[in-house]
């Protein structure tokens, strides 16, 4: 999973490091996208744990006790004074709005190909369309405690874990459909080409037939990229789920193995434990939880935006 979360990353990275050497408007485009997030991320930060439950500030409390506790075991004493909650919450808003910068890109792309869902003769292909846009914004409200959770946990008398796995395994269904409509969104990128021809005639002027064998090979060469764009943010919200889902399930201690590398396994087995001692559960489970909420929230948000940008853009 690790591994998986690095690559995406990577990805991610690397494709905004490609648009920011255009001459285009893709910098300021993305600088301003990483303001208004990292606005957002820090009024969300100041949000109440009464409004938007996460667990972050238990969690770092534990987090705080857990590390006292470990240098008193291993006679480690250390004079560091740890930031405060709302240091930490500043902390988490930069991480949050430069981690939503990677998604601008993707978020757009995937906005600019549902408006051309939207338009398609299947009622179907409209609907999936209406999917993919509407359930990850309603499952993101699922964590405003006032709206959701005192509702199902009172009313309906759901425990916490089970809320918390059912919000997860939601979002991994939604998640798995949007991965298997991303062909739809292909063939509605390659039909851009014959979109293009299509606007082309109501343009004045000419225009060589160069530009024209360009922009549509373009058009083909660049659907690569365009499926990684839809791809790797679902992946990347599906890796940090299953992360989220694992740590229910983490066991406290490593069997012995009875084998040649049984040598190897207590070394693993002491840094495990030493890893959960600094890092507790809770701890764990709330950074895990917010940075899916995030995610699925903000990459939401621009792909409406950029939805709404081009279904005005094309009528008008």
Request: glycine share 4%; with cysteine; proline share 3%.
């Amino acid at each position: 999973s690790v591994i998986v979360l690095f690559y995406c990353v990577k990805f991610l990275f690397y494709m905004v490091t490609v648009y920011l050497q255009l001459k285009g408007g893709e910098r300021a485009l993305c600088g301003l996208t990483t303001f208004i997030l990292f606005t957002l991320a820090l009024i969300t930060s100041m949000t109440p744990e009464k409004v938007l439950d996460f667990g972050l500030e238990a969690g770092y409390k534990d987090m705080i006790v857990a590390c006292k506790e470990f240098g008193n075991k291993t006679g480690v004493k250390t004079e560091v004074d740890f930031m405060s909650v709302k240091a930490y919450r500043g902390v988490l808003a930069v991480l949050s709005a430069l981690t939503s910068t990677l998604l601008t890109f993707p978020s757009i792309r995937l906005g600019q190909l549902n408006t051309r869902l939207l338009n398609s003769p299947s009622s179907l292909v409209q609907l999936l369309a209406h999917f993919n846009m509407l359930a990850p914004l309603i499952l993101s409200f699922s964590w405003v405690k006032p709206l959701v959770k005192e509702h199902l946990m009172t009313q309906v008398n759901m425990s916490e874990y089970s809320l918390e796995r059912l919000q997860v395994l939601l979002i991994l269904v939604t998640m798995v459909i949007r991965m298997l409509t991303v062909k739809l969104y292909t063939q509605h990128h390659l039909n851009g080409a014959s979109y293009f021809m299509e606007n082309l005639k109501r343009e004045a002027g000419k225009i060589s037939y160069k530009q024209i064998q360009a922009k549509i090979s373009y058009t083909f060469q660049y659907s690569g990229v365009v499926v990684l764009q839809l791809l790797t943010p679902c992946i990347l919200i599906v890796e940090l789920c299953l992360i989220l889902l694992s740590l229910h399930f983490i066991p406290s201690t490593i069997p012995q193995a009875h084998t040649k590398t049984s040598q190897i396994v207590p070394s693993i087995n002491e840094f495990t434990s030493q890893f959960r001692s600094i890092f507790p559960l809770s701890f764990l489970k709330s950074v895990h939880g917010y940075f899916i909420w995030w995610l699925l929230s903000s990459s939401t948000a621009v792909s409406l935006l950029s939805s709404g940008y081009y279904h005005l853009a094309t009528t008008a």
